[in-house]
């Protein structure tokens, strides 16, 4: 039996409890990601949340638009906010603070829903009204309320490069709405 000083198993002894408070400390700590998520402003939450459904809401109406329409300037006008909100959603994603939950798609089912079994002519004046003009209007606002209350640097940067973006496709879905004699939203 090999004798050890008392010294040298009370150093032992403490080094071991050090490691183990150590390791327990470590795993009761909250996760960096966590942390992030809990400091976002209000007001960058609700953007991540409205911003997101109002953008992939208008780029998943547009691509049934593209099958469902039979005007040329409506399928023109989804082609493009399509392709514009593809880009916007990606740039949402890559802007939003570590950690933070950001939906890949989750539009409105109920405006899709709305316009999903129409065709033709009432499929155009239903997707001009309540997605181009009505959606746009409520992607604008989404935007223009994270510029102007927003907190995140980042989130608010993607916001303002995004918006010129929206404002002309809203502009575009008026425009449509009165080649077709349609009522523009204001």
């Known amino acids: 039996m090999i004798?050890?000083?008392l010294a040298t198993i009370v150093s032992a002894t403490m080094a071991s409890l050090l490691t183990v408070a150590t390791a327990a400390s470590a795993q009761t700590a909250p996760a960096p990601a966590a942390a992030d998520a809990g400091r976002l402003h209000a007001a960058d939450q609700t953007f991540i949340a409205d911003g997101t459904k109002a953008v992939a809401t208008q780029r998943d109406?547009?691509?049934?638009?593209?099958?469902?329409?039979?005007?040329r300037d409506v399928k023109a006008f989804a082609e493009r906010v399509s392709t514009d909100n593809a880009k916007i959603s990606d740039a949402l994603r890559a802007a939003s603070p570590r950690g933070?939950?950001?939906?890949?798609?989750?539009?409105d089912t109920a405006v899709l829903a709305s316009i999903n079994n129409l065709r033709g002519a009432e499929f155009d004046k239903a997707y001009i009204e309540q997605v181009a003009l009505a959606g746009e209007?409520?992607?604008?606002?989404?935007?223009?309320?994270?510029?102007?209350?927003?907190?995140?640097?980042?989130?608010?940067d993607a916001a303002k490069k995004a918006l010129p973006t929206i404002q002309e496709h809203y502009a575009m879905a008026q425009e449509l709405a009165k080649r077709k004699h349609l009522t523009a939203a204001q």
């Open 61 to 71: 109406a547009a691509r049934i638009a593209t099958s469902r329409s039979t005007d």
């Open 100 to 107: 933070v939950d950001v939906p890949k798609n989750d539009p």
């Open 137 to 156: 209007q409520k992607a604008l606002s989404a935007f223009q309320a994270e510029i102007a209350s927003g907190r995140d640097p980042q989130l608010k």
């Open 3 to 5: 004798r050890l000083p």
